[in-house]
């Protein structure tokens, strides 16, 4: 299943209003989305949008501390997956606070398994300081937790994507695909297969893993959203297999 995290459609969301990111995603060719965020709608109203535009709700994005209050919607949208994005520096900068986030991670772990709803996290470039995987102890800190790896910051933290993809095995249930400039992270995305990423060995890596699940993300665009997305689903899909 090919994806589209709507935090990369926030400016167009700003805009045009939510409904049309739910159209330039379907229009593009997704089949589901990945959320950060609700958009002030109620459940029933994002439903509403999914229904119309034939888009699955594949995942979102819940921080610890919100997962009370989006908790209706995992449940109304039947969302099947929970990530963790990175968090703040400071639950990462001493081993006090990565224990306590580890905490709090578990917590919210539990209170998502009875629901049948997958919890993983999702990484940025801190988890890579150095020589040290963070995301690996949270792995083996909470027995099924996954991996949503995002091939970007992998890259732009001086990672082999694919050999990080090896490294998590089984625990490694979806890709986060986000291209990375040849002028680095702050400039903008280029479309997914012309950037820095080795995007056909990340791809093929999956298909020996048996992953299946991939969510594009962008940052900035160079050229409007709609052509971005587009020409990137179409690169994903081919990539695919799909």
Request: aromatic residues 10%; glycine residues 10%.
């Amino acid at each position: 299943m090919i994806g589209i995290q709507l935090y990369s459609l926030r400016e167009m969301a700003g805009r045009e209003g939510p409904e049309a990111v739910f159209r330039a995603a379907a229009e593009a060719g997704f089949d589901g989305v990945e959320f950060a965020g609700f958009y002030g709608l109620s459940p029933e109203e994002i439903g509403a949008l999914l229904q119309k535009y034939n888009l699955t709700a594949m995942s979102a994005h819940i921080g610890v501390s919100a997962l009370e209050e989006q908790l209706p919607f995992v449940r109304a949208l039947k969302i099947p997956a929970v990530y963790m994005p990175c968090p703040g520096p400071e639950d990462l900068d001493s081993e006090a606070n990565l224990t306590a986030f580890t905490e709090r991670m578990r917590a919210c772990q539990t209170r998502l398994a009875p629901l049948g709803v997958r919890y993983g996290y999702h990484n940025h470039y801190m988890e890579y300081r150095g020589e040290g995987d963070l995301v690996a102890r949270f792995l083996e800190a909470l027995p099924g937790l996954t991996a949503e790896l995002d091939v970007f910051w992998a890259q732009a933290s001086g990672r082999d994507p694919v050999a990080l993809m090896q490294k998590y095995g089984d625990r490694l249930s979806c890709l986060h695909i986000k291209e990375l400039s040849p002028d680095g992270p702050e400039a903008p995305n280029p479309v997914v297969g012309e950037g820095e990423v080795d995007m056909p060995a990340v791809f093929a890596q999956a298909a020996r893993m048996g992953v299946q699940t991939f969510v594009l993300e962008a940052e900035r665009f160079d050229i409007p959203e709609r052509d971005y997305l587009a020409r990137s689903c179409a690169a994903m899909k081919k990539l695919a297999g799909a």
